[in-house]
Structures are given as C-alpha cells and as structure tokens.
T-cell receptor, first 117, second 116 residues
Framework: AQSVTQLDSQVPVFEEAPVELRCNYS??????LFWYVQYPNQGLQLLLK??????LVKGINGFEAEFNKSQTSFHLRKPSVHISDTAEYFC???????????????FGRGTQLTVWP | DAMVIQNPRYQVTQFGKPVTLSCSQT?????MYWYQQKSSQAPKLLFH???????NEADTPDNFQSRRPNTSFCFLDIRSPGLGDAAMYLC???????????????FGPGTRLTVL
C-alpha cells in the first residue's frame, strides 16, 4: 500500500502571497499523482494530475505542481493566492500496476489553506 | 455536462434508523466508489463496484451495505446508524485501467449525514 504525507495540516497566507503545499509519498514503483481541492461542504475537484512526461504540471486556478522522483515529492504551488483559494487540498497517489485493472487512490490527510486579506 | 450527482445533499436521521444515500453518474464509468469523510480527515474508502462486482474494504463495518442496480446508479445503505457514522459521504467514479488509462476519480458533491 502507498503512504502519502502532507506535512502541513494548516497553511495560513496573505492574499497575493505565494504558497507551497507539500506532499511526499512512499513508493518504489511508478505512480500517478493527483491534487484535489475541496471547498466547504462540497466534493473533491481535481486540480491537476501527473501521469508521465514533463515533471511540471499545470492545473486549474493557476496552480502547478512538480514531480520529483528522487525525492518522491509532488509539491503544489501558486505564485499569488486569492481569498477564493481558501479550501482543503488533498494529495493522492495511485500506482501504475498494469496487473490491476483498478487503481486505488491513497490520500494524504489534507492541508487547509487559509488566505487572509 | 457529464457529472456525478448525489442526493440528498444533507440527510438527518435518528440513531438506529436505516438510511439510504444515492449516487448517479452520466459519465458511463464502470467503477463506482463510496468514501466516508469525517471532519478534517482524508476520505476513507468503504467499498467500490467494478461493473457489478462488489469489493468491500476489510475494515468497513457490516452496518454499511451498497447496491448497484445498473451502471448509472449506486446506493449506500446504513442499516443502523450510530453517532459515529455522522460524516460526509462521497461518491466517486472512474474508468478501469484498461488500455493505458489512468484512474482519475470524479467526485460528487457529497451527502452530509447527521445522526441525532
């Protein structure tokens, strides 16, 4: 089973400041990586995903993430946040095991991003 | 737009009174999942259907059951809800991994269950 660590449970920042939300995973095999965002009382919405190719992935709402295989990390970044970015962010990992037709998603515990005016 | 729909969005039930949550999808995905999410925690997978094949997680209580009468619909039945079952319940769908596809999961808006 995969293990996903989001080191920061809460990240407070001021509006227009840059932000980085950290995600590390434990795996010795190739993986797919995802970042989901959850607004209060809503489901999870995909921000971006890494499948293969370029290690820098751009997503919606100005977010991007960089896959670092040697450090087994997939940190999420945004150069300038807005108050509307206040939400819970979940990192998730799935292995690329071709022997399985179902890829389990393993979630981190989430990071609450709060943007202050 | 293709989507995952959950009804109701908010459900209140009494301790021990059976309750059913519903999920429907227009994505024509063959895999459907039910997650339980408690406050400030990650979603916890309860079970999933791969087509009609039901797969229960080892630590999912017997109190939770599921039905999938067709591709589009999936139901979560809680036979005797306890106070500890109050949570957000999320339905998700995905395609299977055939033909090199990834398994991005598409989530519904969730049902917030309150147990009195």
């Amino acid at each position: 089973a995969q293990s996903v660590t989001q080191l920061d449970s809460q990240v407070p920042v001021f509006e227009e400041a840059p932000v980085e939300l950290r995600c590390n995973y434990s795996s010795s095999v190739s993986v797919y990586l995802f970042w989901y965002v959850q607004y209060p009382n809503q489901g999870l919405q995909l921000l971006l995903k890494y499948l293969s190719g370029s290690t820098l992935v751009k997503g919606i709402n100005g977010f991007e993430a960089e896959f670092n295989k040697s450090q087994t990390s997939f940190h999420l970044r945004k150069p300038s946040v807005h108050i509307s970015d206040t939400a819970e962010y979940f990192c998730a990992v799935s292995d690329q095991d071709r022997g399985s037709t179902l890829g389990r998603l393993y979630f981190g515990r989430g990071t609450q991003l709060t943007v202050w005016p | 737009d293709a989507m995952v729909i959950q009804n109701p969005r908010y459900q209140v039930t009494q301790f021990g009174k059976p309750v059913t949550l519903s999920c429907s999808q227009t994505l024509n995905h063959n895999v459907m999942y039910w997650y339980q999410q408690k406050s400030s925690q990650a979603p916890k997978l309860l079970f999933h259907y791969y087509d009609k094949d039901f797969n229960n997680e080892a630590d999912t209580p017997d109190n939770f059951q599921s039905r999938r009468p067709n591709t589009s619909f999936c139901f979560l039945d809680i036979r005797s809800p306890g106070l500890g079952d109050a949570a957000m319940y999320l339905c998700a769908t995905s395609r299977d991994r055939g033909q090199g596809r990834d398994n991005e999961q598409f989530f519904g808006p969730g049902t917030r269950l309150t147990v009195l």
